[in-house]
């Protein structure tokens, strides 16, 4: 097969995608490099002519890889992950509002263009989480404990400009569990919370408990989601969704490289929906040894 992979400078020496891209090589595909943003493109002429089978983003949110692969998408074309689903979760504010109309819980958001108009938020909503709206590898996170201190997350800003986003914080062991989607399959892995830097937790896969593994394939049927991945915090009250990625980094998923080798491979050929709500046909399955006893958080 014949690939394009769109890859924004910030990932030009990440492993993922370039050992992806090195994999399907390997196994005699050809993949072409694409830089958006850093490399001129003859656009009309490139989309137009369908020379690739499949187009896969690995791109920045707001960066210029999302205009192309829609580009792609517009004349026909296949891309990875479908090129429908990914601006609304590139878009922090939209996918709140997309994921509570679907039932999922993610916390209440807030949306305004400065920091300081957070104050108008309940002073019982906070501490706040702060971020920018189209945020990406936890850039400008802020954890604001009081409206006193919204000047301090002016930080959170991009350059002074775009939307933010702030949701009440919601109490937790300061672990993150990141949910992986490869291949119609879920893995989980459990870090340091961006917000809790001095909690020291050993990065490592970890069970997944039905409810969890329940809120994680929910996620890929409404944003219609073949590869992604979704941060979730265990919460008083159960599990929250607080972010959600298309094509993340899958770290700590077992043979990482070769199993979204082998998604894109299959998706190129399916085409894109094939776990999520473009098209269905099966739901994401939890290995056996990945599943963790009802009841257990772990």
Known sequence: MRLCFLVEEQYRHDGMPLDVVRQLRSWGHRVDIVRPGSSLIRISEE??????DAWVLKTVSGGPGLTLL???ASVGLTTVNDARAIRGVRDKALAAVIARSHGLPVPVTYAASRA??????PEAEYPLVVKPADGSSGRAVRLVASPDRLCAARGSEPDGDGLLIAQPYVPNSGTDLKVYCVGGELFATERCSLLHPG?????????????VARIATEIG?????DLYGADILLGPDGPVIVDVNDFPSFRQVPDAVARVASAVLDLARTGSGRYG??????????PAQAVAPVGSTR
């Open 47 to 52: 989309i137009q002519a369908g020379s690739h």
């Open 116 to 121: 300081e108009e957070f104050a108008q938020v």
């Open 277 to 286: 709500t473009a098209a269905p046909t099966t739901a994401p399955r939890v």
């Open 199 to 211: 909690h020291t937790v050993r990065e490592r896969q970890v069970p997944l408990t039905p409810e």
């Open 221 to 225: 049927t409404v944003f219609g989601l």
């Open 70 to 72: 829609e580009a792609a």
